[in-house]
């Protein structure tokens, strides 16, 4: 059953030269660092769904008044039915449910198959109810109505680190609790000391030459621990996530790790460790049954233990940066920007915030990158030929990937078809109307980018790879600025974007220039883990060029 607002959608686009909203967001500048701008083809407002464009200054209301559906409730959402005391939790048990987490993404084709752009999934025990929204038109509705300070489903196992069990550093007279799993002043407050500085123009672009540094170490270690066939080892994922912790080890803590080397008991090892336990910890305690809120067990103690450590090699990192500051009267780096200025504890967390959800995120992106490219011989060739115009055969600098369209489009290609995150949320902070129906607040909204961006209505030839679809507009082709959104969107938008595309940049751009890469086995399923990505060994055959 498709839902009601898509079929109140065609009268409202041909009424002329109007607006339908009391609200007149038209033109509304986008956030930073989202490429909205380009988008402008083929759909019309983006707002209000009329396909004048130029007609943005009048605001008639009657008109709103003349042809708005009545909202429903949210009873009459669709939706699978709960069972008495189970709910639809019992859905996601194993083998009797039919759904599975792990493919999540298939669930939400099916969904939307079966009940249209907005589907209420009611009685998740222990969690609230959600709402799937399918819908871009919608997506940006919601995203551009969005409050001061939207909250995010968060992560309750980190909610209760650091809101109760280590209330006493992060919940201390400053309320310096960082950006996950934090939510209104709190949250604001944070975001604006670290946002000025992380997403300042340019803050990511210091990190050009060490980045590409760390990308070199990374290529040269791959090309040694190839087999005898030149196909990467079945633990490959592992290796690109040590370069994604090296990676970020620069930008959050000013500091080299040494994951490709470190020594056992070493500084870096422990901290290695500690993020590869907080991973292999997080999806268990998030999304099987909650025992840890009844007794600590086994596991969540590993887990505690884990982020402890993280926080304490954080906190003896910024101690140095906060020296180092000190002698140089001056900040060279991120981190000694933060430290200056918002001070010493606020660093701390921010490294912390950017432990939990910067390493996997990016890591997993990257090896899906690698895995798509090297079924494309042809986009291969490609990007060799404008990566290898643009150095020239010299090292690499700030601005160079500003001079490669086609990396860039590839990149935003594989996160339109596999985005590693597959859906982002809010939790309504208020009442809201979506697709017609009224949504009460505390219900988590989920927007389904991987069926977005992947759906006919939202991008033209939709299931082909082609990212030339970002680059050039051809006339007839649909293209939805809202569809796609790997980074979130608005003011709880990822803070560590710039950093990881000029990583994710970096590293593709010496992989090209290093190897032709094929791959020759069986084609990899994607799934949820808990990251958007290819399912099985990546044995990628890496040949010299
Ligand atoms: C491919 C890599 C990455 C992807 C796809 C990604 C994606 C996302 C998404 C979808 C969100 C939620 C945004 C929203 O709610 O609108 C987010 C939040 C966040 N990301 Fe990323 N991220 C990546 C890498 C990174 C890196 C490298 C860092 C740190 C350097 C980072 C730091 C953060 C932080 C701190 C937040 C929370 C922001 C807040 O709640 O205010 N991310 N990211």
């Not at 939207?150 to 109760?164: A, E, Q, V």
């Not at 069926?451 to 679809?469: D, L, Q």
Request: glycine share 6%.
């Amino acid at each position: 059953m498709r839902n009601r607002m898509n079929i109140i959608k065609w009268p409202l686009r041909n009424l002329p030269a109007r607006h339908f909203s009391t609200t007149a967001r038209c033109g509304q500048a986008a956030e930073p660092g989202i490429d909205i701008g380009s988008n402008k083809v083929g759909l019309g407002c983006p707002i209000h769904g009329h396909r004048a464009r130029s007609t943005h200054a009048a605001i008639d209301t009657s008109v709103f008044e003349n042809v708005a559906p009545s909202v429903k409730s949210w009873e009459e959402v669709p939706g699978p039915k709960p069972l008495p005391l189970l709910g639809n939790t019992w859905r996601f048990i194993p083998y009797i449910g039919g759904y599975s987490v792990e493919h999540v993404d298939k669930v939400c084709l099916s969904l939307r198959e079966q009940y249209g752009n907005c589907v209420k999934m009611a009685g998740l025990l222990g969690r609230p109810d959600m709402l799937f929204v399918f819908d871009a038109w919608e997506v940006e509705r919601v995203f551009r109505g969005e409050d001061v300070a939207p909250h995010r489903p968060s992560m309750p196992s980190l909610n209760y680190y650091k809101h109760t069990l280590r209330r006493d550093f992060f919940g201390a007279e400053d309320n310096c609790a960082g950006v996950i799993a934090v939510h209104g002043e709190a949250w604001s407050a944070f975001r604006t000391k670290v946002s000025k500085v992380a997403l300042s123009a340019g803050a990511a672009a210091e990190y050009t030459v060490p980045v590409a540094q760390v990308a070199d170490a990374f290529v040269n270690r791959i090309r040694k621990i190839r087999n005898e066939k030149q196909e990467t080892p079945d633990d490959f994922l592992n290796e690109v996530h040590k370069w994604s912790l090296e990676s970020l080890g620069l930008v959050a803590l000013d500091t080299r790790l040494g994951c490709f080397e470190a020594s056992e008991g070493s500084e870096s090892q422990r901290l290695i460790d500690a993020v590869n336990t907080f991973f292999l910890c997080v999806g268990e305690l998030e999304l099987r049954a909650p025992w840890w809120r009844i007794y600590p067990t086994a596991m969540f103690k590993r887990y505690v233990a884990a982020l402890d450590t993280i926080l304490s090699v954080t906190l003896n990192h910024v101690e140095r940066a906060l020296e180092e500051t000190r002698k140089a009267n001056s900040s060279k780096s991120l981190l000694q920007d933060l430290v200056a200025a918002a001070g010493a504890r606020v660093a701390a967390v921010a490294a912390l915030d950017m432990f939990l959800v910067g390493i996997d995120t990016t890591s997993n992106a990257v090896a899906s990158t690698l895995y798509q490219l090297s079924l494309r011989p042809n986009v291969q060739e490609k990007l060799y030929k404008e990566i290898t115009g643009v150095l020239q055969g010299r090292p690499m600098k700030p601005g160079d990937v500003n001079q490669m369209p086609y990396l860039r489009a590839c990149i935003k290609e594989v996160l339109r078809m596999y985005p590693v995150v597959i859906g982002n949320g809010r939790q309504l902070t208020k009442d809201t109307v979506i697709c017609g129906y009224n949504i009460p607040k505390g219900t988590q909204v989920i927007f389904q980018h991987y069926v977005m961006g992947n759906t006919e209505e939202y991008f033209t030839k939709a299931s082909e790879f082609c990212p030339e679809r970002w680059i050039q507009r051809t006339a007839g082709q649909n293209h939805h600025p809202f569809a796609s959104l790997p980074f979130g969107f608005g003011k709880r938008m990822c803070l560590g974007r710039r950093f990881a595309e000029l990583e994710i940049h970096t590293v593709i751009c010496k992989m090209v220039q290093a190897f032709k890469m094929e791959y020759h086995h069986q084609p990899l399923e994607y799934h949820v883990h808990p990251m958007y990505t290819p399912n099985g060994p990546i044995r990628l055959k890496l040949i010299e060029r």
